[in-house]
C-alpha cells in the first residue's frame, strides 16, 4: 500500500528498531541511502547496510538478514516484481520500498500489511482499480449452497429438476461472467504491465521527508539534486520531468540559501552553497579541456558527427566562429585565459544555434565550498556511476559501493576526483566505440528494432559489461545513429545491444531502449518482450537485473533469442 | 601532552546553545545540565554542545569574546605589550578551531575570526619563543609567565624540557671534567 503521512507511517516507525537497508547498485539509488544514513546518525538508529546487484542477491540478503531484523527498507528495488513471492517472508516482517521502477506490482499495491511504498501518489501510476483485478470467489460457495439445498430437500422430483435446470443456468452465467472478467483483467494488467518507466528519483522522495521533518541540510539537498541528475543522465525518465523536479527544487535551494545569507555577515568560505546553474551540456568540461568535452559529449558528438572527417572539419569552424584559439581550447579548463571563460556559456550559446544545436544549455545545479572546489551535479554523477562499475582489478562489487557512496560526502574529495578521472577515460571509450561502430556499420536494422552487437575484441569492452555504462553507450549510439542514418524509418526505431559479460562462462548482457525521439515517453516495453521471447524459445537467460529490459543471455542461444524477439515484435 | 588531550581538556568550557528538543534536566557527573526546551538558551560543555549540533538539535551561539572587533583589539593589544596579555578564554585556540569547524554556519564572518586568532596566536607563541631564547641565553634560574595558556605552553614544553636536560648533563659534564684532569695531573 502507498504510504500516505510518510513520516508518521516510515519513519516514526523505524527509528526505535534496527532496521536493515538494501540499495541497489545505481547513483540516485546511492544518494537516497547518504540521506537516510544522515537522518538515522541524526537518530542514532541502527542499521545494516546492504548493497544489493539484483534480484538473486536481493534473495541471499534477505535470507542472511531475516533472522535478525524485522523492517527491510528497500532503495531502487522490490518495486516492480510481486515480493510476497520472490521471498516468501514471515508474517511480521515490514518491508519498505523507495524505488523509481514502474509499473509498481499490483499485489504491492494492494496488500495493507506487510509492504508499505514509500511513492508519491502524483506520480502518474494508472494503477488498475482493486476490482478490475482481484474478486472474492462469493460464487464457489453459491453453487455449492444451491447444490446442498437441492440435495437437502425432500421436495418432490418434479420440483427438483426444475430448481436444479435454475441452479445449472444460473451455473452457467456466472462461469461465463467470470470468464469475461479474467479475460478484462488479463487485458488490464497487460497493459499496464506492458511498458516500464521511472518515477521520481528516490533521492528526492527521501529529501522531502527529512524536510517534512525540518532536518534538511544543504548536504542532503545536494544529494537529492544529484539523484535527479542521474535518472536525467541516464535517461530514465522525460524532459519534462525533468525541469518540474528542478523547479521543485530550486523553491528548496533558495529557501537554503535566503535562511543563511539575509544579513550582512556573510558565510565563512567554506560552507557549502549551491547555486542553480543553466549551464552548458558538455560533461565535464569544467575538469577537463574544452576541446576533449566537445568531442567527448553526447550531445555535441551526434550533431557534429565527430566520428567522420566532415564532423572534425565542422568543429574546427566551430570553435574558430566562436573565436576561441585552438591552443586555449585544448588546455585545462583551469588554466584557460580568464577573458575567454567569462563569457564561455553565451559565447558557445550564440554559435551553436548557427550549426543546429538549439539546447545546449540545460538547466541545472552547481555546488562550491572552499577556494578550490566547484562541482557540477553531472559531474559528480559521472564520478559517481564511474566509480561504482569500475573494472579495475582487485576490486569487489561491495568495495566500489563504498568507494563510490564515500565520493558523494564532502570531506572525500580525492575519492570524487579519481570518480572523474575514471568517468573521463569511460566518455572516451563510449566516443571511441560509437566511432568504431558507425563507420563499420555495425548497427544492423532487424525490422522491428535495430541490432548491434559488440564483439569480444573491441577496446574497453569489459566497461561495457555492466548496466550503467552499457545504458550510456546505448544511449549515445542511438543518437548518433538517428542523426547520421539516411533512412528514414530507422531513424525512429528502438535499439537492442549486446556486449560481452563473461567470456568463460560466454554470456553476454543483453540490453533494450526506447526509440530517439524529441517528445519521448522513455516507456521501454522491452522487458516484457525479452521475457516471453526467452520463455518461447527456452533461451537460457538471467533476468536479475531489477531493470526488466537488461538480461543475460547464453551466446549460443543469441541468435534463437532474436529471431524469436524479431517475430514478437513485428 | 597531546595536543588533542588539551583539545580535550578544552572541550569542558561552558558555550551557550539554543536547542530545538525538549529535554528535562539531566543529571551527570561532572554537573547538571538542562532543563532543554526548544528556543530558549542553555548553557552546556562544548563536548555536548558539538555531538548536538552534528546531529542537528540545536544553534551554536557564538561566545562574546568571538567577535571581530573585540578580536581586532585583542591582537593590538598584543602586538604592543611585551608580556603576555590575559586572553578572554583560557582556551581560545582549541574553542575557535572546534567551534569554526563545526559550526562555521552559526558564526558571522568566521574567515576573518579564523585569520585573526591565528594573527594572535602567532604573535603570543612568537613571543614565548623569545623569552625562551633569553632565558637560556642568560642562564637564569627561574622565570615567570602570565597569562599563558595550556596550548601554547604545550607547544614549548617537550622541547624546552629536554633541551634545558641536555643542557644540564652538558654542564655537570663540563664540571665533572674540569674536576678530574686537576687529579690527574701527577
Known amino acids: 500500500m502507498f504510504v500516505t503521512d510518510i513520516r508518521k507511517e516510515f519513519y516514526d516507525i523505524v527509528v526505535n528498531q534496527r532496521v536493515a537497508l538494501l540499495v541497489s547498485l545505481d547513483v540516485d539509488a546511492l544518494c537516497a541511502c547518504k540521506v537516510l544514513q544522515a537522518l538515522f546518525h541524526c537518530d542514532q538508529v541502527q542499521y545494516t547496510l546492504v548493497p544489493v546487484k539484483g534480484w538473486q542477491d536481493l534473495g541471499t540478503a534477505f535470507l542472511e538478514h531475516k533472522e535478525q531484523f524485522r523492517y527491510f527498507v528497500l532503495i531502487n528495488c522490490g518495486a516492480n516484481v510481486d515480493l510476497l513471492e520472490t521471498l516468501q517472508p514471515e508474517e511480521e516482517t515490514i518491508f519498505f520500498i523507495c524505488d523509481t521502477h514502474r509499473p509498481v506490482d499490483v499485489v504491492n499495491v494492494y496488500n495493507d ?149 539575509d544579513e550582512d555577515n556573510s558565510l565563512s568560505i567554506d560552507c557549502m552553497r549551491i547555486c542553480f546553474e543553466y549551464d552548458l551540456r558538455l560533461s565535464l568540461y569544467q575538469h577537463w579541456s574544452l576541446y576533449e568535452s566537445i568531442c567527448n559529449s553526447c550531445y555535441t558528438l551526434s550533431t557534429f558527427k565527430l566520428w567522420s572527417i566532415q564532423g572534425q572539419k565542422k568543429l574546427q569552424e566551430f570553435l574558430a566562429d566562436m573565436g576561441l584559439p585552438l591552443k586555449q581550447v585544448r588546455q585545462k579548463f583551469n588554466s584557460m585565459d580568464i577573458a575567454i571563460k567569462e563569457n564561455l556559456r553565451d559565447v558557445i550559446e550564440e554559435s551553436s544555434n548557427k550549426y543546429g544545436m538549439k539546447d545546449i544549455r540545460i538547466q541545472t545545479f552547481g555546488v562550491h565550498f572552499g577556494f578550490k572546489n566547484k562541482f557540477l551535479a553531472t559531474d559528480v554523477v559521472h564520478a559517481a556511476a564511474a566509480l561504482l562499475e569500475s573494472v579495475e582489478k582487485d576490486e569487489s562489487g561491495t568495495d566500489n559501493f563504498i568507494k563510490a557512496l564515500d565520493c558523494l560526502s564532502r570531506s572525500n574529495l580525492d575519492q570524487l576526483h579519481r570518480g572523474i578521472e575514471l568517468a573521463k577515460k569511460k566518455l572516451m571509450a563510449i566516443q571511441q566505440t560509437v566511432a568504431s561502430c558507425i563507420c563499420t556499420h555495425l548497427i544492423l536494422s532487424q525490422g522491428p528494432f535495430l541490432y548491434c552487437c559488440l564483439m569480444e575484441g573491441t577496446p574497453d569492452v569489459k566497461l561495457f559489461s555492466k548496466p550503467l555504462a552499457l545504458t550510456l553507450l546505448c544511449k549515445y549510439l542511438l543518437k548518433s545513429f538517428a542523426r547520421s542514418t539516411r533512412n528514414k524509418r530507422c531513424k525512429i526505431l528502438p535499439l537492442v545491444m549486446a556486449a560481452p559479460l563473461d567470456v568463460e562462462k560466454g554470456t553476454v548482457i543483453v540490453m533494450g531502449i526506447p526509440p530517439e525521439c524529441e517528445t519521448s515517453d522513455k516507456k521501454n516495453f522491452f522487458g516484457r518482450a525479452f521475457e516471453k521471447a526467452a520463455e518461447s524459445t527456452s533461451s537460457r537467460t538471467l533476468h536479475d537485473n531489477f531493470d526488466m529490459s537488461i538480461i543475460e543471455l547464453k551466446m549460443q542461444d543469441r541468435s534463437k533469442f532474436l529471431d524469436a524477439l524479431v517475430t514478437l515484435l513485428s | 601532552m597531546d595536543p588533542s588531550e588539551v583539545e580535550f581538556v578544552a572541550e569542558k568550557e561552558m558555550v551557550t546553545i539554543i536547542p530545538n528538543f525538549s529535554l528535562d534536566k539531566i543529571y551527570l557527573i561532572g554537573g547538571d545540565l538542562g532543563p532543554f526546551n526548544p528556543g530558549l538558551p542553555v548553557n552546556v560543555p562544548v563536548w555536548l554542545a558539538l555531538n548536538l549540533k552534528q546531529r542537528q538539535k540545536c544553534r551554536i551561539v557564538p561566545p562574546e569574546w568571538m567577535d571581530v572587533e573585540k578580536l581586532e583589539e585583542i591582537r593590538e593589544q598584543e602586538r604592543k605589550e611585551d608580556m603576555f596579555t590575559p586572553m578572554p578564554s583560557s582556551h581560545y585556540m582549541e574553542l575557535t578551531k572546534l567551534l569554526l569547524n563545526h559550526a562555521s554556519d552559526n558564526i558571522p564572518r568566521a574567515d576573518e575570526i579564523r585569520t585573526l586568532v591565528k594573527d594572535i596566536w602567532d604573535t603570543r607563541v612568537a613571543k614565548l619563543r623569545l623569552s625562551a631564547d633569553s632565558f637560556i641565553s642568560q642562564q637564569e634560574a627561574h622565570a615567570k609567565l602570565d597569562n599563558l595558556t595550556l596550548m601554547e605552553i604545550n607547544t614549548s614544553r617537550m622541547f624546552l624540557l629536554d633541551s634545558l636536560d641536555c643542557m644540564y648533563k652538558l654542564r655537570t659534564n663540563l664540571l665533572s671534567r674540569g674536576g678530574a684532569p686537576k687529579g690527574h695531573d701527577y
Open chain 1, 113 to 261: 500489511t506487510q509492504i508499505k511504498l514509500l511513492i508519491k501518489q502524483d506520480d502518474d501510476l494508472g494503477v488498475p482499480s482493486y476490482d478490475d483485478i482481484f474478486r472474492d470467489d462469493e460464487e464457489e460457495g453459491g453453487d455449492q449452497d444451491s447444490g446442498n439445498e437441492s440435495d437437502g430437500s425432500s421436495e418432490p422430483s418434479g420440483k427438483r429438476r426444475r430448481f436444479d435446470e435454475g441452479a445449472i443456468e444460473r451455473r452457467i452465467e456466472r462461469q461465463r461472467a467470470r470468464r469475461e472478467w479474467e479475460a478484462r483483467r488479463r487485458e488490464i494488467l497487460f497493459d499496464y504491465e506492458q511498458y516500464e518507466y521511472h518515477g521520481t528519483a528516490s533521492a528526492v522522495v527521501l529529501f522531502e521527508l527529512a524536510w517534512v521533518m525540518s532536518k534538511d541540510t544543504k548536504d542532503m539537498l545536494w544529494w537529492a539534486i544529484i539523484g535527479l541528475t542521474d535518472q536525467w543522465v541516464h535517461d530514465r525518465i522525460t524532459h519534462m520531468k525533468y525541469v518540474t523536479d528542478i523547479a521543485a527544487l530550486q523553491r528548496h535551494v533558495s529557501r537554503h540559501n535566503h535562511c543563511n545569507e
